[in-house]
Nanobody, 115 residues
């Protein structure tokens, strides 16, 4: 089974940038797509960005033009570059993998954007 480990969260001022990383281990060849989700305090879990094994991407409207998802297959790592951060981006960010139809989640990393 695939395991996911996230890193890169932290505290940043509004307008700043952060890059999240998610490294996969285990049966990585069974991964179809990977994504980043986030959950703000008291809110539901929302998709932020996703990338397929072929490199196609999609984004939530709220982050289009500010966030970029990418993958480095040699390092089994997916990144989320977050620019022009806003206080409303504050949330726990979770890495997600589709392992041949089975959902795999990382432990989450907290991003806090101060105004």
């Amino acid at each position: 089974q695939v395991q996911l480990v996230e890193s890169g969260g932290g505290l940043v001022q509004a307008g700043g940038s952060l890059r999240l990383s998610c490294t996969a281990s285990g049966n990585i060849f069974s991964i179809n797509a990977m994504a980043w989700y986030r959950q703000a305090p008291g809110k539901q879990l929302d998709l932020v960005a996703a990338i397929t094994s072929g490199g196609s991407t999609n984004y939530a409207d709220s982050v289009k033009g500010r966030f970029t998802i990418s993958r480095d297959n040699a390092k089994n790592t997916v990144y989320l570059q977050m620019n022009s951060l806003k206080p409303e981006d504050t949330a726990v960010y979770y890495c997600h993998a589709d392992e041949s139809g089975v959902e795999v989640w990382g432990q989450g990393t907290l991003v806090t954007v101060s105004s």
